[in-house]
């Protein structure tokens, strides 16, 4: 069996963390055919436009994307490459996980699957300013969209993610005791799917913001969470930091007819061409590529491979208080993984 996948070496730091993270990927055995695509300022220099046709066209014929990240060009007309994405290929769940790695850190025992809706609610952008008087923009006005079924295609996809990967509850993330329709509805809809779930993953609902505090407090209580698309964006990050951070972020965008897994962090031109960064990030969006697929073992051995690296070889970049170029440290994970 050979997976298609479209690579997406991508801006700065990009092209060293992806080179490592294939290396990783090939050592598990597993036989990939890549097709080395275009996208952001790459894609400006060489083609005048962030987000070309044969790049979509490749997503679409491979439904499988690994991507590294991108530089956003600033104050250009182009579209934004990750909207352009979304859109195009339907990317209607976006999921974060976060597990304590290195120990020491603040928190020992986070594991945290984080699944937000990534195309409905505040986020749709349907927005407008009202004149009063001399003032243009006196009021500013927008409105969240949530569909039924929406909420009931994300739910119940972090039900199923759930049953696939052995967890054990959903927590329902929301704010329907002040957004009684946009807000309730989720829940709503939430509680009736976590119905036909029942005896096989235990749900429980909260209010976003005493979630936020809860985080910070006992995050040991979560597992797989669920929620709408700016509480979501707000609580991955939020996610993010319980375990150190960007470094060791991956997250996948699903949709119906596409699935790009990418880090969390940019482009990182501060350190591009160093042979610095940290590519674990990558390899953990690598891994979860492999838990799509059905590869649900050569994916742990990944996740095992980098946290042994991390933990009991020592070897660590300069972001986690190491001293390995990004190439050492993929040699160490590759030695692990074979
Ligand atoms: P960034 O995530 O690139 O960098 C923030 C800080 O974290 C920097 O100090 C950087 O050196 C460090 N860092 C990030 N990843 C690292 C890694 N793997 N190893 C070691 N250190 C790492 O965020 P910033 O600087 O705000 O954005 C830079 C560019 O990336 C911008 O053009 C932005 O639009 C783009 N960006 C792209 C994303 C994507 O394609 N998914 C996501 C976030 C930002
Ligand atoms: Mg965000």
């Not at 060293?16 to 952001?40: H, S």
């Not at 679409?60 to 990750?82: D, H, I």
Request: glycine share 10%; aromatic share 6%; net charge negative.
């Amino acid at each position: 069996m050979t997976y298609d996948v479209t690579l997406i070496p991508g801006d700065g730091i990009g092209p060293e963390i992806t080179t490592q993270t294939v290396r990783v990927l090939e050592a598990t055995g597993l036989r990939f055919t890549w097709d080395e695509e275009l996208a952001g300022m790459a894609a400006v220099e060489a083609t005048g436009t962030p987000l070309p046709d044969a790049t979509v066209e490749s997503i679409r014929k491979n439904a499988l994307a690994l991507k590294g990240p991108l530089t956003t060009p600033v104050g250009t007309g182009f579209r934004s490459v990750n909207v352009g994405l979304r859109k195009e290929f339907e990317l209607f769940a976006n999921v974060r996980p976060a597990r304590t790695i290195a120990p020491g850190g603040r928190f020992e025992n986070v594991d945290i699957v984080l699944v937000r809706e990534n195309l409905e609610g505040l986020y749709i952008g349907v927005e407008h300013f009202v004149q009063i008087g001399d003032d243009p923009r006196a009021v500013g006005e927008s409105m969240a969209i949530v569909t039924r079924a929406g909420c009931e295609r994300i739910v119940r996809f972090a039900f199923d993610y759930a049953l696939k990967h052995g967890r054990k509850q959903v927590t329902i993330v929301h704010k329907a005791n002040i957004l009684k329709m946009v807000s309730g509805l989720f829940l709503e809809v939430g509680r009736e799917v976590a119905r036909e779930y029942e005896g096989r993953v235990a749900a429980n609902d909260m209010i976003v913001d005493n979630t936020a505090m809860q985080l910070v407090m006992r995050p040991e209580q979560f597992d797989v969470m669920v929620t709408t698309n700016m509480f979501g964006d707000i609580l991955s990050d939020e996610v993010s930091g319980l375990v150190g951070g960007l470094g060791l972020a991956p997250g996948a965008n699903i949709g119906t007819r596409a699935a790009i897994f990418e880090a969390v962090h940019g482009s990182a031109p501060d350190i591009a061409g160093q042979g610095i960064a940290n590519p674990s990030a990558q390899m953990l969006a690598a891994a979860m590529m492999l838990d799509h697929v059905g590869e649900l073992d050569r994916a742990q051995r990944i996740r095992d491979a980098i946290a042994d690296t991390i933990v009991r070889d020592h070897i660590r970049t300069r972001d986690l208080g190491g001293t390995a170029s990004t190439e050492e440290f993929g040699r160490a994970v590759v030695r692990r993984v074979a």
